[in-house]
Structures are given as structure tokens and as C-alpha cells.
T-cell receptor
Framework: AQTVTQSQPEMSVQEAETVTLSCTYDTSESDYYLFWYKQPPSRQMILVIRQEAYKQQNATENRFSVNFQKAAKSFSLKISDSQLGDAAMYFCAYRASGGSNYKLTFGKGTLLTVNP | EAGVVQSPRYKIIEKKQPVAFWCNPISGHNTLYWYLQNLGQGPELLIRYENEEAVDDSQLPKDRFSAERLKGVDSTLKIQPAELGDSAVYLC??????????????FGPGTRLTVL
């Protein structure tokens, strides 16, 4: 069974600084998708960034980028120029590709605090 | 475009009472998911619908939980009778594979259930 591990329950960063959130996963599949979701206190899960495992190039979305290391099964999220609005719980998620398995497997989350 | 709508946002009930949650997915999304999120955890899939068919309900506790998606649009998740351990946030998500390989799941704001 696939598992997703986020080893940092909490992280903090100063406004305008850079922070990296860690995520590792376990799978025997060769093709899959990885996601980072953000969940503010309002609870609405918002997609931050996604990565297809067959693509070697790391995904980027404005201030958010990932470091995808397929061999190490690592998928970290880097937030540059952190803003107060980035404060939230961040979840890493895995989904196998193909077939009928659409299930997202989530990690336990990392609570990010942004200090002014 | 409107997002996934859920109601109610909060519900407090006595144990052994029934409760129902409603979800309206993003227009045109044929896949609908119900997730359970316990405090301090990532969401876990309860059931997935493709149009009106429940194609993955292996994690749904069928002795007390039921769900339906009439006409393949709105969905209702019901618990009868509720137990103390059912206190959690119930998230609804929807997706549509209109193009590309990834069908990203978009989440609603959730319903926070408290069972007393």
C-alpha cells in the first residue's frame, strides 16, 4: 500500500524568507502523480502544485516549486518570498496513474506559521 | 466558476441521532468524492462516484454510513446513528478528466460534525 510521510509536524518562517516542506512516499508504481494541497483555517483544501512522476522537470507555480527526487521517493515543496497568507496546513498527496485507482493518499500535514 | 459547495458548514448532534451532509460539485465534474478528515490528520477517502455509480466504497462503514448521488450531480452522505467517534470534518471533492493525464480534485469547505 502507498504511504505518504511528512516528517515536519510544524514549521515556521519569517515573512519574505524561503521555507522547504518535506515529503516522502512509498510506492511500487513507476507512474504516479504527486500533489501539494494547502488548507487554511477556513478548511478549504486548495491545490498548490502538482507533479507527474514521468516528468523529470520540477513543477513551479509562481513562488511555489518542488524538488522531485524519484529515486529517493522525495517530493519537497519550496515556498519563496513567504507571505502572511501562506500560513496554513500543507498536505502532500499521492495518486497512482491509470486504471481505476483515483484515490488520493495524504500525509498527516505540516502546519506552516509565517512570522511578520 | 463556482467551486464545490457543501452544507451545512457546522453540525452538532447528540449521539445516536441521524445526520446528513450535502455536496454540489463543480459543474461538469462527473467524479465526486467524500473524504473524512480527523483532527490533525490528512483526509481519507470514504467513497468515490463516477456519475451516479459508486465505484469505490471500500472504506465506507456501511453499517451506519450511506451515500447517494442521484442524477449524477449532487450527493448526500448520511450517518445513522451517529457515534462519538464520528466527530470530524467531512470533505467533498470533485474532478473531471477533460484533457491531459491528471484529473485534479477540487475540494469543498467541508462540514465539521460534532457528536455529543
Amino acid at each position: 500500500a502507498q504511504t505518504v510521510t511528512q516528517s515536519q509536524p510544524e514549521m515556521s518562517v519569517q515573512e519574505a524568507e524561503t521555507v522547504t516542506l518535506s515529503c516522502t512516499y512509498d510506492t511500487s508504481e513507476s507512474d504516479y502523480y504527486l500533489f501539494w494541497y494547502k488548507q487554511p483555517p477556513s478548511r478549504q483544501m486548495i491545490l498548490v502544485i502538482r507533479q507527474e512522476a514521468y516528468k523529470q522537470q520540477n513543477a513551479t507555480e509562481n513562488r511555489f516549486s518542488v524538488n522531485f527526487q524519484k529515486a529517493a521517493k522525495s517530493f519537497s515543496l519550496k515556498i519563496s518570498d513567504s507571505q502572511l497568507g501562506d500560513a496554513a496546513m500543507y498536505f502532500c498527496a499521492y495518486r497512482a496513474s491509470g486504471g481505476s485507482n483515483y484515490k488520493l493518499t495524504f500525509g498527516k500535514g505540516t502546519l506552516l506559521t509565517v512570522n511578520p | 466558476e463556482a467551486g464545490v459547495v457543501q452544507s451545512p458548514r457546522y453540525k452538532i448532534i447528540e449521539k445516536k441521532q441521524p445526520v446528513a451532509f450535502w455536496c454540489n460539485p463543480i459543474s461538469g465534474h462527473n467524479t465526486l468524492y467524500w473524504y473524512l478528515q480527523n483532527l490533525g490528520q490528512g483526509p481519507e477517502l470514504l467513497i468515490r462516484y463516477e456519475n451516479e455509480e459508486a465505484v469505490d466504497d471500500s472504506q465506507l462503514p456501511k453499517d451506519r454510513f450511506s451515500a447517494e448521488r442521484l442524477k449524477g450531480v449532487d450527493s448526500t452522505l448520511k450517518i445513522q446513528p451517529a457515534e462519538l467517534g464520528d466527530s470530524a470534518v467531512y470533505l467533498c471533492a470533485s474532478s473531471s478528466r477533460t484533457s491531459g493525464r491528471i484529473d485534479t480534485q477540487y475540494f469543498g469547505p467541508g462540514t465539521r460534525l460534532t457528536v455529543l
